[in-house]
């Protein structure tokens, strides 16, 4: 038998420790995190790791927080499976496993002096918020700022107290949506689906860069909606999700015609999407 | 270029002497069909077959490969499982080694995978050229009936003799050690060319058109009727994809000892066939249907491979053909009929 070490191991998960972890809701947690060996993680905003739990399995997740937060980063992780729930019941001061930063994320230098329209369903907030964390951080270089932001319904709204103060800021926009308020619900923000905000949003579009993410059924409405207030395909931009397995372009699962998500993406402009046979928008 | 001849009896026990000092594979009749085996005597091999049940890629990348150990006890502790078995395989078939330069391409590209390149690093390729093909096979209009450069020595049955082409040092080495061959000289390789020739108008199956055109007639069937009329039949099994040698999708999982103090982390064979390979979390699958899934193999082995590898997915081996029951896997029938589709508008 002839062997190599471990680092030669494209699977090799680098070990990080949970160093805080608060419930979003019933269903979501925000962990930061910090790699044990001490580095930052390098990422840009947009991109995603794989997150490894041994034993149980690994999942892909957005890169919640700015590279410009510091070394430490955040994950904010919604329980649906075996590894999101095993997630569930970690404690600070435990230890997961981590690969990447993986994808391309955002053209961040292609944004610069772009007014931004952040466009978010529900837990698509978590890959935009990396971006919208640092687009506040270095707040002069970019134009103006819009943030739409949907969920089902109120108590799945994310992010309050961030949320608060971003509204408290006058140099950037926040308009947020339900489907629908139950009865008795408090809510003062819109009521109808995230489409229903655009007649109220001013931009100019030659200077407006969209970006989208959110559950699959959203983008095809948001993309006409983008496109007929003017903004041009190359400039609508969209994170997508697929199916993962190795984040690295080998395994075949999240790929798209020939487009592998986890390489080319997950961040595509829809000028290059709609050249895609399986993509339907 | 350097040529040997030896005697299929002084072959017989060149093999007997590599049985005894290496880890050697080869083929072996394993009715009704043959397979790539561990040999322990060398009469077990077999080299005038037709077809191995699945390619000799299963040694470089095996149905199950352990990419990790680990331990639970909170603590990650990762033992490098990243190795390999020094060894020899006998008996690849030119269209198997074509694949394998795929695979080459795939995991040995921009990033190194490791467990492949410790396979490839240390396992030895004896071929042999295919002068009886299977009747599925539609190797020749695939350009894939001869070998690559890539092999360490190369056989041709020439009768009571095997002419072998050195390929590479380790051939030369491995000649040296166990091989009581004698120089061929221009007859031989004359003879070879000669075989070679004549064993192209045995293949009963075959591609209209250029390789190099299906790109073409994919960019212009992706409406074609034919999917949903082929696709709709599919069950999703898989089979012609577990029998592909250009097929590399996986999955990785984890298991743990019943006492949950360790386990392993493992990539499986996966296949673009099985209908749950395309779905996320929340339930939603980007390829629901047997057409989808069809065409997407497809597109993948006579397009999406050729630009992000450089070489294309189908080596026209014919095992994905016999494999289906159903009858609607076959490469060589689709890329055709699309051929004749966008002939006729
Ligand atoms: C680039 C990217 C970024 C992402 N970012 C985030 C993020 O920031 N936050 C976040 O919460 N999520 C994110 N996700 C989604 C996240 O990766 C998945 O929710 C996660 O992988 C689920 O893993 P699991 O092991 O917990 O679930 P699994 O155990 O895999 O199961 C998930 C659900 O699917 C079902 N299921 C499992 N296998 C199958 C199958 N074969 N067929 C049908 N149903 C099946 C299960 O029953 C369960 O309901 C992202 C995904 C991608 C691709
Ligand atoms: S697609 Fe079929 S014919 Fe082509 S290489 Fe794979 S198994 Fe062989
Ligand atoms: S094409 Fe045939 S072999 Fe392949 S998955 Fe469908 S039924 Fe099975
Ligand atoms: S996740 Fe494996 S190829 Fe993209």
């Known amino acids: 038998m002839i062997n190599k070490s471990n680092s030669e191991s494209l699977y090799f998960p680098r070990p990080t420790k949970l160093i805080d972890v608060t419930a979003l809701s019933e269903r979501e947690i925000l962990f930061r995190l910090r790699l044990e060996d001490g580095n930052a993680l390098y990422h840009i905003p947009g991109q995603f790791v794989e997150v490894s739990i041994l034993g149980t399995g690994e999942a892909p997740i957005s890169i919640a927080s700015s590279p410009t937060q510091g070394d430490a980063f955040e994950l904010a992780i919604r329980a649906v499976g075996n590894v999101t729930q095993a997630l569930h019941r970690l404690q600070p001061g435990d230890t997961i496993g981590i690969r990447g930063p993986f994808g391309n994320g955002f053209p961040v230098s292609e944004l610069k002096d772009r007014d931004l329209l952040f466009i978010a369903g529900g837990i698509g907030f978590f890959p935009l918020r990396s971006m919208i964390q640092y687009v506040l951080d270095m707040r002069p270089l970019f134009g103006k700022i819009i943030l739409l932001y949907g969920c089902r319904q109120p108590a799945e709204q994310l992010f309050h107290q961030e949320l608060k103060e971003w509204r408290e800021r006058d140099d950037v926009l926040i308009m947020d949506t339900v489907d629908r308020c139950p009865p008795e619900t408090e809510w003062e923000g819109n009521v109808g689906v995230i489409t229903t905000l655009f007649p109220g949003i001013n931009i100019l579009p030659a200077r407006t860069t969209a970006l989208v993410a959110g559950p699959p059924v959203m983008y095809r409405y948001v993309v006409a909606e983008c496109l007929k207030k003017g903004i041009a395909k190359e400039r609508i931009i969209l994170s997508l999700e697929r199916r993962m397995k190795c984040g690295i372009g080998l395994c075949g699962h999240c790929q798209i015609d020939n487009a592998y998500v986890c390489l080319d993406g997950p961040v595509f402009n829809y000028a290059k999407l709609e050249q895609l046979k399986e993509v339907e928008l | ?345």
């Open chain 2, 1 to 345: 270029m350097e040529f040997l001849k030896i005697s299929k009896a002084q072959f017989q026990l060149s093999v007997g002497r590599m049985i005894d000092e290496n880890f050697v594979y080869g083929v072996k009749a394993k009715s009704p069909s043959y397979e790539f085996d561990r040999l322990f005597t060398a009469d077990e091999l077999c080299l005038n077959y037709n077809i191995t049940l699945l390619s000799p890629n299963k040694y470089f990348l095996p149905p199950r490969t352990p990419l990790m150990g680990f331990k639970l006890d909170g603590k990650i502790s990762v033992d490098s499982m990243v190795g390999a078995q020094p060894g020899i395989i006998i008996g690849i078939h030119p269209y198997d080694l074509h694949a394998l330069k795929l695979l080459d391409a795939v995991f040995l590209g921009n990033l190194k995978d490791a467990y492949y390149q410790a396979r490839r690093q240390v396992i030895a390729i004896i071929g042999i050229d295919c002068l009886q093909p299977w009747q599925y096979s539609f190797a020749a209009s695939m350009g894939t009936a001869f070998p690559p450069a890539g092999f360490d020595l190369w056989l041709t049955d020439t009768g009571d003799k095997y002419l072998i082409e050195v390929g590479s040092e380790k051939g030369e080495e491995l000649c040296r050690k166990y091989l009581d061959a004698s120089e061929a000289g221009e007859i031989e390789v004359k003879q070879r060319e000669k075989l070679r020739e004549e064993s192209l108008s045995r293949y009963k199956l075959s591609l209209d058109i250029s390789p190099q055109l299906i790109p073409e007639v994919l960019n212009s069937g992706w409406n074609s009727s034919m999917w949903e009329e082929l696709g709709e039949k599919c069950f999703s099994c898989g089979s012609c994809t577990m029998v592909c040698p250009t097929c590399v999708c996986f999955d990785v999982r984890d298991t743990t000892e019943l006492n949950r103090l360790s386990g392993e982390r493992y990539r499986i064979w996966d296949s673009c066939m099985f209908d749950a390979f395309a779905t996320i979390a929340s339930g939603e699958n980007f390829r629901p249907t047997g057409t989808d899934r069809l065409r997407h193999r497809l597109y993948r082995k006579g397009k999406y491979m050729l630009q992000r590898w450089g070489r294309l997915g189908c080596v026209g081996c014919g095992r994905c053909i016999h494999a289906c029951l159903v009858d609607i896997a076959s490469p060589v029938y689709a890329y055709n009929r699309l051929a004749r589709e966008a002939r006729t508008g």
